[in-house]
């Protein structure tokens, strides 16, 4: 069956540098990959959909990467600050395409 | 500004309580879901709906069961709440197209006691 997996429970940074979060996929080969951020106690915020033939999406602070031959998708936060601490999920359609699973997520935290 | 809205933020029931908990799009989407989250197993998805009266099984299904009535409304039912359904429960919805975001709840953090 299909499996997402995020190498890191936890990353702790500086403020300033560069964060970079890692989601690998298996068993599948989806045509987008999507990202998520959760602040405690709420729910997942979309943050940007990267499509198979893209190999790379920026909005603001923020890029992602989509490797289909390693079935890998690499985001980064750059010049990371501390507001941008949080959990972040990644997440691709099950194999029937109706509905969105995830990743175990990311923390990051951002000191300062 | 495009909402999706559960009904509780805090549930605290008993023991083998028949427990409702409700959800309310307003962006007219098909697709509506229901994920549990727990620390360390993520977010996991229980049960969906694509259409009204319709739904489908997720991962983890036993325990509960869903209503979808309404286009906008999507309802999880705990049959007979225990202890291990004490969860963060986290309703969303997306459009029919599937290259689009969900949109999530605030979520309801329901206790089992």
């Known amino acids: 069956s299909q499996k997402i997996e995020q190498n890191s429970e936890a990353l702790n940074i500086q403020e300033g540098k560069t964060a970079t979060l890692t989601c690998n996929y298996t068993?599948?080969?989806?045509?987008?990959l999507q990202w998520y951020r959760q602040d405690p106690g709420r729910g997942p915020v979309f943050l940007l959909l990267?499509?198979?033939?893209?190999k790379e999406k920026r909005k603001e602070r923020l890029k992602v990467t989509f490797d289909t031959t390693l079935k890998q998708s690499l985001f980064h936060i750059t010049a990371s600050q501390p507001a941008d601490s949080a959990t972040y999920l990644c997440?691709?359609?099950?194999?029937?395409?109706?509905?969105?699973?995830f990743g175990k997520g990311t923390t990051l935290s951002v000191s300062s | 500004d495009v909402k999706v809205t559960q009904s509780s933020r805090y549930l605290v029931k008993r023991t083998g309580e028949k427990v409702f908990l409700e959800c309310v799009q307003d962006?007219?989407?098909?697709?509506m879901f229901w994920y549990r989250q727990d620390p360390g197993l993520g977010l996991r998805l229980i049960y969906f709906?694509?259409?009204?009266?319709?739904?489908e099984k997720g991962d983890i299904p036993e325990g509960y069961s869903v209503s979808r009535e309404k286009k906008e409304r999507f309802s999880l039912i705990l049959e007979s709440a225990s202890t291990n359904q004490t969860s963060m429960y986290l309703c969303?919805?997306?459009?029919?197209?599937?290259?689009?975001?969900?949109?999530f709840g605030q979520g309801t953090r329901l206790t089992v006691v």
């Open positions: 969303a919805s997306r459009g029919l197209q599937g290259d689009t975001e969900a949109f």
């Open positions: 068993n599948y080969s989806p045509a987008y």
């Open positions: 990267i499509r198979e033939n893209e």
């Open positions: 997440a691709l359609d099950n194999q029937a395409g109706t509905a969105l699973i």
């Open positions: 962006m007219d989407h098909e697709n």
């Open positions: 709906s694509y259409d009204v009266k319709m739904k």
